[in-house]
């Protein structure tokens, strides 16, 4: 046999093994996906050492069920797969129907969860190693290679045992999968996507969360910082929806919880100034006033251009007095 026609063999072979893949390379390393039995949600979280895993490998509709298919990512199981469980078929039928029809299961890694508690997951038996899965009450997780066949195990053990909101329990999942080795090539991205349990039938509106790193060399350390700041900006928009009612201190709560959260950002306390102003309660409002301009002149500019807005009153006095700090 020539060098050439061995090559030859070689990309005929290729070419047949992964002509039914969206994706010819393993995309995505470890994952979870999980239903919360208190709020209803559905999440799917995932690192891999891939660039924008997001794109391809998460797949959740709220009031239906989540889908993470990756290794040699085949992208219709997300899809194809949460239109079944839309249609009344369980997770693990749902999986079944679509193993069934692909000729390429081998290199596959699928799991799916649905509202109604069925769980499955599908590792092929040519996934590359160290790779396998492990089902548990309402979760699954997953993993293709890893340094140790302990990653998957360790994932399982902290997402049955951390505290918190579904976000953070499945992101303790991801960490400890770190923790444990994780990626045998390394770590470059990383997301999560969160859908409501009281679903409105408008996809959009039934996110919760949807973030996504897409290249970092530290991604879950990059998805935790913007779970904080998600969370600040869940509180800051609760405070914008309390200020149009008129429940001041409900707002002005808010407002504190979200600069707690996000202390680094000036701009969230200015709008507990602005409250404060708002409703008279001046000299409490000027030192955060003074406090944000010294870090942010530009929303001094920015200043009387509220009162249009009706978020501080036509006064210029007190204008002048916010503007002076």
Same mark, same amino acid.
């Given at each position: 046999m020539t060098l050439k026609t061995f090559i030859t063999l070689i990309s005929i072979s290729l070419t047949t093994l992964f002509s039914q893949s969206s994706n010819s390379r393993p995309v995505s390393t470890y994952s979870i996906v999980?239903?919360?039995?208190?709020?209803?949600?559905?999440?799917?979280?995932?690192?891999?050492?891939?660039?924008?895993?997001?794109?391809?490998?998460?797949?959740?509709?709220?009031?239906?069920?989540?889908?993470?298919?990756?290794?040699?990512?085949?992208?219709?199981?997300?899809?194809?797969?949460?239109?079944?469980?839309?249609?009344?078929?369980?997770a693990e039928d749902a999986l079944a129907q679509l193993l069934a029809d692909d000729p390429q299961q081998a290199v596959r890694q699928v799991a799916m969860i649905d509202v109604k508690g069925s769980v499955a997951a599908h590792t092929g038996?040519?996934?590359?190693? $160290?790779?396998?899965?492990?089902?548990?009450?309402?979760?699954?997780?997953?993993?293709?290679l890893m340094e140790k066949k302990s990653v998957w195990p360790a994932m399982a053990e902290a997402f049955e045992n951390s505290d918190g909101d579904l976000a953070d329990r499945m992101l303790a999942a991801l960490e400890s999968a770190e923790t444990e080795g994780g990626d045998i090539r390394g770590r470059q991205s990383a997301t999560m996507l969160i859908v409501s349990g009281k679903p409105t039938g408008i996809d959009w509106q039934d996110i919760v969360l949807d973030l996504r790193v897409d290249d970092s060399p530290e991604p879950l350390v990059e998805?935790?910082?913007?779970?904080?700041?998600?969370?600040?900006?869940?509180?800051?928009?609760?405070?914008?929806?309390? $200020?149009?009612?008129?429940?001041?201190?409900?707002?002005?709560?808010?407002?504190r919880l979200a600069a707690e959260f996000?202390?680094?950002?000036?701009?969230?306390?200015?709008?507990?100034?602005?409250?404060?102003?708002?409703?008279?309660?001046?000299?409490e409002a000027l030192p955060i006033f003074y406090s944000v301009f010294s870090t942010n002149p530009n929303l001094r500019t920015m200043t009387p251009r509220l009162v249009k807005a009706g978020l501080l009153p036509d006064d210029p006095k007190l204008l002048d007095m916010i503007i002076k700090q």
């Open positions: 999980a239903y919360d039995e208190e709020t209803g949600q559905l999440g799917v979280a995932v690192q891999s050492h891939w660039f924008a895993v997001g794109q391809l490998v998460p797949w959740a509709k709220a009031g239906v069920g989540a889908v993470v298919t990756q290794s040699f990512v085949r992208v219709e199981y997300g899809p194809d797969g949460l239109t079944l469980m839309e249609e009344g078929v369980s038996e040519r996934c590359i190693d $160290m790779a396998g899965h492990q089902v548990g009450k309402n979760f699954s997780v997953q993993a293709n998805l935790r910082r913007l779970l904080r700041i998600h969370r600040a900006y869940e509180h800051a928009n609760k405070g914008d929806y309390f $200020m149009e009612e008129n429940l001041i201190n409900e707002a002005l709560e808010e407002y996000y202390p680094e950002n000036v701009e969230l306390p200015y709008w507990s100034a602005v409250a404060l102003a708002g409703i008279g309660r001046t000299e």
